[in-house]
């Protein structure tokens, strides 16, 4: 496969993210949307598991680890949602965690990344950081950026278990089939838990859109699982984030949301990385 089509491929996954994304923002209570998507999605994988070659050796613990870590994130961020502070966490975590991912993959993965892409990983970085600018020109909220940061050491390290995972086991399709199949059970018996009565109350109309997004969710990860495999984890990281870019243009086209200045520019800032990053 070509470098483009690679490229494309992760910009298409990014593309779903925002998608999904978006619909889960607009559900009644996207906690209980998560819950149910990853739901969905374990009992689809199920039967597939005996089709396919079992995780053997390390792999295993790649797998659980990466579960573990995931199902942390997923809880998070359907509280953070419902709790409508994500526009001034996600862009945070998401900005800070394609430099951690790349400090990490370095370090651990031992991965060469050229100055070209360094630079093109920062413009992406500094250009999701942008996003936070308008809300921070008063006062500095401190306990907004400690949760940001450990939402980007979260997304980092399960981003490192998942590389790792993925290529260490001998099929990438059985690590894809089981990170899948096993995080929903978790996210569920949570939101079981603590929202027993709004699981009881969503209509079907939710239920169809939710059965969207676990596809849509699906497909966005699983190529980035993928693409773990044959590129650098920190530019898949970097790329991976256009998600939160398209985001904002679905959001002005399609919600008519207002788009600033700021917003300009770091889209544009992040694009001019991504250019880098591609020709690196």
């Known amino acids: 496969m070509s470098s483009l089509t690679l490229f494309l491929l992760i910009l298409f996954a990014a593309f779903l993210h925002a998608i999904w994304n978006i619909i889960l923002k607009y559900l009644p209570d996207s906690l209980v949307g998560m819950g149910m998507m990853n739901l969905f999605q374990s009992i689809i994988f199920f039967p597939i598991i005996f089709f396919i070659p079992w995780p053997s050796g390390v792999t295993w613990y790649f797998i659980i680890g990466s579960v573990i870590l995931h199902n ?6 359907g509280n953070s949602y ?11 975590a998401r900005g800070c965690a394609p430099v951690f991912i790349t400090i990490f993959s370095f370090i651990v993965l031992k991965e060469n990344i050229s100055l070209e ?11 999701l950081l942008l996003l ?4 921070y020109k008063k006062k500095f909220n401190f306990y907004v950026f400690k949760i940001s940061i450990f939402i980007a050491l979260l997304i980092s390290i399960y981003t490192l278990f998942d590389t790792l995972g993925v290529r260490s ?12 199949f096993l995080e929903g059970w978790v996210t ?14 969503v209509r079907l109309n939710d239920v169809i859109l939710i059965g969207v997004i676990s596809f849509l969710s699906f497909i966005a990860y699983g190529i980035i699982l993928w693409a773990y495999k044959v590129m650098p984890a920190g530019y898949v990281a970097s ?13 002005f086209f399609f919600l008519k949301e207002k788009v600033s200045k700021v917003r300009i520019l770091s889209a544009s800032t992040f694009f001019l990385g991504v250019f880098l990053i591609y020709h690196s």
Do not use: C
């Open 72 to 77: 942390i994130y997923f809880i998070n961020l």
């Open 82 to 92: 419902n709790k409508n502070d994500l526009t001034l966490i996600y862009p945070i």
């Open 117 to 127: 892409g360094m630079v093109g990983i920062l413009l992406v970085s500094a250009a």
């Open 132 to 135: 936070t600018a308008e809300h």
């Open 169 to 180: 086991s001998k099929n990438t399709f059985t690590y894809i089939v089981w990170i899948f």
């Open 188 to 201: 569920f018996a949570y939101v079981y838990l603590k929202k027993k009565n709004q699981l009881n109350k």
């Open 239 to 251: 790329l991976r984030e256009s998600s939160i870019i398209i985001a904002t243009i679905l959001g």
